[in-house]
């Protein structure tokens, strides 16, 4: 079992440049570029960068490592939140960007085939001359490996599901470099154990995803977007429960706190009031997303919502979602020379307005700046609570609020991670949540996969 820094030797690299074509580097400026994400978890270099271009090769690399007892971290663009491709154990870092081919587009079959370093919107780019998209749109322009291995979600998963719904098979490499195909290219499948969505969300502990067949969908007929104020935090998300039960078909439905508002507006250049708002997309035909919208309006104003404004404009629909996405950025932007932690929890629907309240009742008695935003139509939100890296203390105490608003949320019924994943900071939020008896499950199929525990250590659980 791995349990300390590995460094590599040069034999070893030596040995590993001769299994990929793709470069092997131990260059500082790459080390340190594969050594963090976008947590405020400190950076942590691995021994050498490995970029491998095929599924043989990652095979090669894995077997070699698997023998050598070398750590292996698989990475992408590196857009993680809990310290997902940080190698803690040193060893490589396994990037697989270079693996970035859109296979094949059948859109007859709603499919798609990708390697796993294709990013999310070239995808998208490939697709729309198809008249086709990726629904699954969790802000960062991650790499569809990445977004499998962490169970991504994001915006659209209230109309359109996560990736542990989109991803119909896949092609993975496990520890010891045996090379696996599981799924189906069917929508229906009750075949043996559901290996797939065992690796989606297995956050590269158990394999290594080198393919991905996904399920993609028709662009829409049409698509308008609309915002609405509130006064307080609590009528908003209150309001966006009361829609998603009438069974409106929305989109996506965002909420935004006025700390939120006010940090887009400086970093997209908008002058939305900076108050409590929702954000809503609606998909369909011309007539439907004009009557959901209407709809949508009359349920709002009975939660006090006001200046509702709706357009079908695309250029204005546009501009609205990237700043929405840019949100995470513009709260960096505003507090320049800090980092950030972002939570993720999510609660059952009839729970979310007291979670947000409980939450920012919590965040509100300590001096950290904060804001709050979410997919608040699938009851999954987010606080967005800024540190300082020069003051290392501050990030663990951030870290203690961050742990109180999770055990707050797990004893509603809810999850520690709706979409962000384990990583190396939910640890013994997982115990407190599924209990030590199905965490040792786990344990236990890693034991079986990875022996040598050299996927990706110190993830998931100790």
Request: glycine fraction near 10%; proline fraction near 4%.
């Amino acid at each position: 079992m791995i349990n300390k820094r590995v460094d590599l030797t040069d034999v070893q690299i030596t040995h590993l440049k001769s299994l990929v074509t793709g470069q092997v580097s131990t260059n500082e400026t790459i080390l340190d570029q594969h050594g963090r994400d976008e947590s405020a978890i400190p950076p942590v270099r691995p021994s050498a960068v490995v970029m491998p271009q095929s599924t043989e090769e990652v095979s090669k690399v894995l077997a070699y490592c698997n023998a050598e007892k070398i750590p292996v971290v698989a990475f992408g663009a590196g857009s993680s939140l809990e310290g997902h491709v940080l190698p803690l154990f040193g060893g490589i870092s396994l990037d697989l960007t270079g693996m970035n081919k859109v296979l094949e587009i059948r859109g007859d079959d709603l499919l798609v085939r990708v390697q796993p370093g294709v990013h999310r919107m070239a995808l998208n780019e490939r697709l729309a001359s198809s008249g086709l998209f990726f629904s699954v749109d969790p802000g960062a322009d991650a790499t569809l490996g990445g977004m499998a291995a962490t169970g991504a979600a994001g915006t659209t998963t209230v109309r359109y599901g996560s990736m542990r719904d989109n991803v119909l098979a896949l092609t993975a490499v496990l520890a010891d470099g045996t090379v696996i195909k599981t799924g189906r290219e069917t929508r229906k499948l009750s075949a043996g154990y559901d290996l797939t969505r065992l690796l989606v969300g297995s956050e590269g502990t158990l394999g290594v995803i080198t393919e991905l067949t996904l399920r993609v969908f028709g662009i829409p007929e049409k698509m308008a977007a609309a915002i609405v104020r509130f006064n307080s935090l609590d009528d908003g998300v209150t309001a966006a429960t009361a829609i998603v039960r009438s069974g409106i078909s929305i989109a996506r439905c965002e909420f935004l706190d006025a700390k939120c508002i006010k940090n887009v507006n400086a970093h997209d250049g908008l002058n939305l009031s900076e108050v409590p708002t929702l954000f809503f997309e609606f998909h369909g035909s011309p007539q439907g997303v004009a009557e959901d919208a209407a709809s949508v309006k009359e349920i709002v104003e009975e939660f006090g919502g006001s200046e509702f404004e709706w357009t079908s404009d695309e250029g204005a629909r546009r501009k609205l979602w990237q700043a929405r996405h840019n949100a995470y950025w513009a709260g960096i932007a505003a507090n320049p020379g800090k980092r950030a932690v972002s939570t993720d929890a999510a609660v059952p629907l009839s729970k979310l307005a007291e979670a947000v309240t409980v939450a920012e009742q919590i965040l509100s008695k300590h001096p950290y700046p904060f804001s709050i935003l979410g997919h608040v139509a699938d009851a999954n939100f987010h606080c967005f609570i800024v540190t300082d890296p020069a003051k290392p203390q501050e990030l663990e105490d951030v870290r203690h609020i961050t742990h109180e608003i999770t055990m707050k949320m797990i004893g509603m019924g809810g999850t520690c991670t709706g979409e962000h994943g384990i990583g190396s900071g939910k640890i013994e939020a997982l115990i407190s949540e599924t209990g030590a008896p199905a965490v040792q499950v786990m344990r236990s199929i890693k034991e079986s996969l990875d022996p040598n525990n050299i996927l990706n250590p110190g993830k998931v659980f100790k």
